[in-house]
């Protein structure tokens, strides 16, 4: 699957106008997270625990239990680092300046990946003075392989029946794309960390539980292919592919680059993701 996520990202990119650079850049990282993939060793819980915790509706594997090799840990961060300074000369003072810090000390890496599994890097970068939506985003793309992989050991595990929260059912990572689905167009989110899909209500906001109609509403890309969903309680938003506007299948992972754009547009009306 990663090769082909890769291959996928680069003929569509290749396809479009305008986002080049962005296109290349979320490639390069995406083919040195799939690179790495194959080197992840995981621990994934029992069957028993996970069932467990959803049960619960808490998700799958806890912050503390997800395995990041510290070696392959900081071979994928610096290649994270490297690539983002390489595509935006522009950020490459403040990507060497999180970098020193990570370098500090032997554990701040991985206390910085534990504080952002558990959405809580802000209180290491504040502190620090570093930028806390660049450190989130570094920590983001580090932490892929090794979540994806887990996601990946867990899913068979998972009754997508019973779990109808915003949050993933693997690492409780928030959502930063969805699709709906045909022939209903039943609405399944997709992580924003490990990249694993799961079904939830579409009328209601993931981020902040809004259902009011006046609040929650979307506006449909010219073809009627995307919808943009605006929050106006939380200011939030999700990019939507509608798959019973197209033909085939498409490649979720691939479809978050390929709209970028939507982000952007987001952006400049006060909206905010994830």
Not at 117 to 124: A, F, I, N, Y
Not at 191 to 215: H, I, K
């Amino acid at each position: 699957m990663g090769q082909e996520l890769v291959g996928e990202l680069r003929r569509r990119a290749a396809e479009q106008a305008g986002i080049g650079v962005w296109n290349a850049f979320y490639a390069e990282l995406l083919s040195a997270q799939v690179a790495l993939e194959p080197a992840v060793i995981i621990f994934p819980p029992s069957k028993e625990s996970v069932q467990e915790r959803l049960s619960r509706r808490v998700p799958a594997v806890p912050p503390e239990a997800v395995h990041l090799d510290p070696p392959l840990l900081q071979q994928s961060w610096q290649r994270v680092c490297s690539i983002t300074a390489q595509y935006h000369a522009e950020l490459h003072t403040a990507v060497e300046s999180i970098n020193r810090w990570a370098a500090d000390d032997d554990g701040r890496l991985a206390q910085a990946a534990l504080y952002y599994l558990r959405g809580e890097l802000e209180l290491l970068s504040q502190p620090a003075g570093l930028d806390p939506s660049l450190f989130q985003f570094l920590m983001n793309q580090t932490c892929r392989p090794f979540l994806r992989r887990l996601a990946q050991a867990v899913a068979p595990w998972i009754d997508l029946e019973r779990w109808y929260q915003p949050y993933c059912p693997v690492c409780g990572g928030e959502p930063d794309f969805a699709v709906l689905r045909k022939p209903h167009g039943a609405r399944w989110l997709l992580c924003s960390r490990c990249d694993f899909e799961w079904p939830y209500r579409r009328t209601s906001c993931p981020f902040c539980g809004c259902e009011d109609p006046e609040q929650y509403q979307y506006a449909p890309s010219e073809d009627n292919v995307y919808r943009l969903y605006l929050c106006d309680h939380c200011h939030r938003y999700l990019k939507t592919l509608d798959m019973r506007e197209v033909l085939g299948e498409r490649l979720l992972p691939v479809e978050r680059v390929l709209t970028l754009a939507m982000d952007i547009a987001a952006h400049e009306a006060g909206y905010t993701g994830m």
